[in-house]
């Protein structure tokens, strides 16, 4: 029986919906809790950059804040603003960064609203520190220096200015030291180590604050990589921190599309654009609605499974803006009928496997998740 959307869901009503995004913020929940686990005395903070990696940060951040999370990690400005109005009253002390420093809004909008940059320059330095004297008070801040990555951060020749004149720091209460690994998901990279031993050379440098270093897979590098707190995303959302050994997390979400027709193929065709793909006379294909407008990535195009039941469905030919196909010719027809639900991304077919398949990472399959699904979010 379709049931219609009820009040914790989202998009289109589930009678209506083209396909069915279920997120399980228990298993949020649970990844964080096996995190900090992993991660045990140091601190856990969350990264929630780009709508909790696309699974709806007004959801996600209040559930992570219910299983002990305080401090907070965005992008944006912005997405700063909906962690607070997402937490609201659960907890109206939580910590907020914001990684992409005072360049991503006016210096006046971060005092204004309790939200600390994460300073990325000598100018930024420069900036807060002259905040602070304005404000007659110390202002919070991260300092984020570059180890490696080239990407933001203080560069060395910067650094060095700072480690020259301490003075410059003053009036800025710098909550964390941190830097970024580069390659953390590679466990054997020699770059991990070398910027494990440039954060530490330039902590000896500076004037003593806590420490921030790693992300996701840095949590699994080892105890040597956690000092006081880490800054994970990726892995609360199930994907796999450790790629070349088994996923210690559990998995978030389950994408499920609608058969909205089956056809009989009676000779020998082709199915789709381009006519990419040639299936004999005897075929059943059934289309789903799902499609590259949904974030179901066009280079998927006759690489991946879906799945009804224990059953595996191989998707044909191309990808379009709102469909796919299926040849369930192998099925018996009452196992695939139009208004069937089929499983693009579940038990049988993790994030991971999706994005392999894709030539891409399981963060980049989260982040495009369409904005077209019927989202249905279990627990919180
Ligand atoms: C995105 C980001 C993280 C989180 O990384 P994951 O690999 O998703 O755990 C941590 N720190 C910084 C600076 C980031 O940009």
Same mark, same amino acid.
Request: charge should be positive; charged fraction near 20%; include cysteine.
């Given at each position: 029986?379709?049931?219609?959307?009820?009040?914790?869901?989202?998009?289109?009503?589930?009678?209506?919906?083209?396909?069915?995004?279920?997120?399980?913020?228990?298993?949020?929940?649970?990844?964080?809790?096996?995190?900090?686990?992993?991660?045990?005395?140091?601190?856990?903070?969350?990264?929630?950059?780009?709508?909790?990696?696309?699974?709806?940060?007004?959801?996600?951040? &209040?559930?992570?804040?219910?299983?002990?999370?305080?401090? @907070?990690?965005?992008?944006? @400005?912005?997405?700063?603003?909906?962690?607070?109005?997402?937490?609201?009253?659960?907890?109206?002390?939580?910590?907020?960064?914001?990684?992409?420093?005072?360049?991503?809004?006016?210096?006046?909008?971060?005092?204004?609203?309790?939200?600390?940059?994460?300073?990325?320059?000598?100018?930024?330095?420069?900036?807060?520190?002259?905040?602070?004297?304005?404000?007659?008070?110390?202002?919070?801040?991260?300092?984020?220096?570059?180890?490696?990555?080239?990407?933001?951060?203080?560069?060395?020749?910067?650094?060095?200015?700072?480690?020259?004149?301490?003075?410059?720091?003053?009036?800025?209460?710098?909550?964390?030291?941190?830097?970024?690994?580069?390659?953390? %998901?590679?466990?054997?990279?020699?770059?991990?180590?070398?910027?494990?031993?440039?954060?530490?050379?330039?902590?000896?440098?500076?004037?003593?604050?806590?420490?921030?270093?790693?992300?996701?897979?840095?949590?699994?590098?080892?105890?040597?990589?956690?000092?006081?707190?880490?800054?994970?995303?990726?892995?609360?959302?199930?994907?796999?921190?450790?790629?070349?050994?088994?996923?210690?997390?559990?998995?978030?979400?389950?994408?499920?599309?609608?058969?909205?027709?089956?056809?009989?193929?009676?000779?020998?065709?082709?199915?789709?654009?381009?006519?990419?793909?040639?299936?004999?006379?005897?075929?059943?294909?059934?289309?789903?609605?799902?499609?590259?407008?949904?974030? @179901?990535?066009?280079?998927?195009? %006759?690489?991946?499974?879906?799945?009804?039941?224990?059953?595996?469905? &191989?998707?044909?030919?191309?990808?379009?803006?709102?469909?796919?196909?299926?040849?369930?010719?192998?099925?018996?027809?009452?196992?695939?009928?139009?208004?069937? @639900?089929?499983?693009?991304?579940?038990?049988?077919?993790?994030?991971?496997?999706?994005?392999?398949?894709?030539?891409?990472?399981?963060?980049?399959?989260?982040?495009?998740?369409?904005?077209?699904?019927?989202?249905?979010?279990?627990?919180?």
């Amino acid at each position: 029986m379709a049931r219609t959307g009820g009040p914790d869901d989202t998009g289109p009503t589930r009678a209506r919906a083209s396909a069915v995004l279920t997120i399980d913020l228990e298993a949020i929940k649970k990844n964080y809790r096996r995190l900090r686990q992993e991660l045990r005395p140091v601190t856990c903070a969350v990264v929630v950059k780009a709508n909790a990696y696309g699974l709806g940060v007004a959801r996600v951040a &209040p559930a992570l804040a219910k299983a002990g999370a305080r401090t @907070f990690f965005t992008a944006q @400005f912005d997405e700063a603003l909906q962690v607070q109005s997402a937490l609201g009253k659960t907890r109206p002390t939580a910590d907020i960064f914001v990684l992409n420093g005072l360049a991503a809004a006016p210096i006046e909008d971060f005092n204004g609203h309790g939200l600390n940059p994460v300073l990325n320059s000598l100018g930024e330095i420069g900036a807060w520190a002259q905040a602070a004297r304005a404000a007659g008070r110390a202002l919070p801040a991260a300092l984020h220096v570059d180890t490696g990555m080239n990407r933001l951060g203080l560069p060395q020749n910067e650094l060095d200015t700072l480690a020259g004149d301490p003075g410059r720091l003053k009036g800025i209460e710098v909550r964390y030291l941190m830097s970024h690994l580069a390659c953390a %998901d590679e466990a054997a990279h020699p770059l991990n180590a070398e910027q494990l031993l440039r954060f530490e050379k330039a902590r000896e440098r500076l004037p003593a604050a806590p420490a921030s270093f790693a992300n996701s897979s840095g949590i699994f590098l080892g105890a040597d990589y956690h000092f006081d707190l880490a800054r994970p995303g990726a892995a609360l959302y199930g994907v796999n921190p450790t790629p070349d050994r088994p996923n210690p997390m559990a998995q978030v979400i389950r994408l499920q599309g609608r058969i909205l027709q089956v056809r009989e193929i009676d000779a020998p065709s082709t199915v789709g654009y381009g006519a990419s793909r040639q299936v004999p006379g005897g075929s059943r294909v059934a289309t789903v609605a799902v499609g590259y407008a949904d974030g @179901f990535l066009r280079c998927l195009s %006759d690489r991946i499974k879906s799945w009804i039941g224990e059953r595996s469905v &191989p998707l044909i030919g191309r990808v379009s803006m709102d469909l796919i196909a299926l040849d369930v010719s192998a099925l018996p027809a009452e196992a695939a009928r139009p208004g069937d @639900f089929v499983d693009l991304i579940g038990p049988k077919q993790d994030v991971d496997a999706l994005a392999r398949a894709a030539g891409t990472i399981g963060y980049e399959i989260l982040t495009s998740l369409g904005a077209r699904y019927h989202r249905v979010y279990l627990g919180g």
